[in-house]
């Protein structure tokens, strides 16, 4: 994703909230990675305390946290997103240290966001931003997150082409008033897909690191691309069912689901676990419902009978940001297997 | 419910997942309680370690985690839920101490233990219990998981009544030979809502703590008995959708979800914080989705209009127990206007 950015001179600003960790974070500086995207004053003072001095906080600024933001301010390259006057107001009262900011613009996700085509109203806010000395305007920035709702790899290209269209049009009405104005894009699904950024300044998927079930399911990645498997024991077998129950549920792979070609609520696939990492994802075999700490996974004859009572399987999550923010700790497969749990 | 197993002459054995709180546990110790159920190794661990001695591991035992389990059953009395002679077998050469074990019996919600009406299998566990000297029968148990869906007060009951007459019925052809054997339910739904417990011998239900907007949908509390919301700051408005956005995502509430009478998904009920606490769910007003960080809020002009930027609103969660594992935090009303977060 970073030889993408440079390729197609995007100024690269990957979202840390996926992965949420200092450790991975090192990756990325090793490739050359000196700005971040956080979705929370909390995750910023945690990159912050781990070396990373120029973060972007891609959500509506919570002006409820002004100490813990002003801080931050004071010591490293903070952006905050805006996208009310009311919190510039906010700001401009409260904040004693320079913020860049970015709009946040609605195209078409309708999430939260000033919608793009609304020129006066980001006119009226950019007006209020500029007299208040520490604010900074960035840029204006969008997560066209219905790129998640369609079905198809050409669906996910025609909302990038509009939402990154619909940035480039504002940004041209505003470019006289505001020459320094940058445009940022960056849900997974079209960063990994698109190839054509004209336009865009600015790159932000978080999602990528390890992508998931879902991302698969969208055409965004093959499922060998998955990087991270979440280990769950095996504590009971229903063969009437052909059901295995495994200690992993909501409380540690979230609940999000996909739904398959037959039909069915997909709440992860299951691998097994090798010395190399993980296989493919087992022949028509995926976790079927969780419940707080219960998953239980579907699997036909041939992979129900290879699975015992006290086996550890994987299941690939659907989606990876919110089973690793609940997992809290990773392995990798060597330490997975000098632990094996 | 104290009282109420008090009443109904039932050994009370509240769960614990569902607050996960040291602290909360104090208030049922001062009710008299003594004995208390978890889901999880680690979770007994910790109220071990907060002077619980009696604690019941209501999830079919992971054998994988035989090191902590021989801790606790070194210093506690410790009970272990059994379904499988894998995991009888397991325990038979790996366990040092003594534990009692529970059998997990399927009544119909069909997410793991044994049939209701397999008694031979159930007697070739039994049989297997009963040679491991380490391993004591306790009892027959079983979660009526099936009670949360439905959609009428009188389906839960139909639903109590027959999967404690099943246990009960087992319980009849397994007491010649285990004369001791004690019949355990407690689906929060069934506990609250039934009179009728003749045959049974614990009550363990554990979201009656703190209810929530699935107990209110089933009709097994009333909304002014849900005893926890989440207190979301209000970051966005969006006067053209009547949408608030709140700094509150499915990181923080979970993604569970009921059904409204209009059909419409609903991800919590919003109330406003007042010095007593807070007032009734606010009409016809509810998070209509949520993203990681994000929560929607719908609301009728009058409600949008009632609630600004740098407010906080209280979110009643649909499924109180995964909401209290993901806070991790409580506070009191009082604490909470002190700190006014």
């Known amino acids: 994703m970073a030889d993408k950015a440079n390729k197609n001179r995007l100024q690269f600003r990957p979202h840390f909230k996926t992965h949420q960790s200092a450790e991975i ?8 990675i000196k700005m971040i995207t956080v979705s929370s004053v909390s995750m910023a003072g945690y990159f ?11 959500f509506p600024v919570n002006i409820l946290e002004m100490e813990p933001i002003s801080t931050l301010a004071e010591n490293i390259k903070l952006h905050l997103a805006v996208e009310s006057e009311e919190a510039v107001e906010y700001l401009s009262q409260n904040l004693k240290f320079n913020v860049g900011v970015y709009l946040k613009i609605d195209t078409g996700y309708h999430r939260t966001g000033i919608q793009a085509d609304d020129v006066s109203r980001v006119e009226k806010i950019l007006q209020k931003i500029e007299k208040v000395p520490n604010l900074n305007i960035t840029g204006i920035f969008t997560h066209a997150g219905h790129s998640y709702d369609v079905t198809s790899v050409n669906d996910i290209l025609k909302i990038h082409n509009d939402s990154l269209g619909k940035l480039i049009k504002l940004k041209n009405r505003l470019s006289r008033k505001y020459p320094g104005i940058i445009v940022s894009v ?8 698109a190839t054509d950024f004209t336009g865009a300044d600015e790159l932000r998927p978080g999602n990528f ?30 063969k009437e069912r ?13 609940l999000d689901s996909v739904t ?9 696939l299951v691998v097994k676990m090798t010395e190399n990492g993980w296989g493919k994802p087992l022949n028509d075999t995926f976790v079927s419902s969780l419940s707080q700490e219960h998953g239980i996974i579907k699997a036909p004859d041939e992979v129900f009978n290879s699975i015992e009572v006290g086996d550890i399987v994987g ?13 809290k700790e990773y392995y ?6 000098i632990k094996k749990l």
């Open 332 to 337: 990798t497969i060597d330490e997975y297997l």
């Open 315 to 327: 299941i690939l999550p659907i989606h990876s940001c919110l089973t690793a923010n609940l997992a």
């Open 186 to 193: 960056g849900d997974t699904p079209s960063s990994s897909l």
């Open 25 to 32: 974070g090192e990756w990325f500086r090793s490739c050359g």
């Open 260 to 268: 398959d070609t037959k039909g069915r609520k997909v709440y992860g």
């Open 48 to 58: 912050a305390a781990n070396g990373w001095n120029d973060i972007f906080i891609a």
């Open 242 to 254: 052909n059901e295995i129950v495994i200690y992993g549920g909501v409380v540690h792979l979230s």
């Open 209 to 238: 690191v390890f992508y998931d079930v879902m991302q698969y399911f969208l055409g965004a990645c093959k499922p060998e691309d998955i990087a991270v498997a979440l280990a769950c024991p095996v504590v009971a077998k229903h």
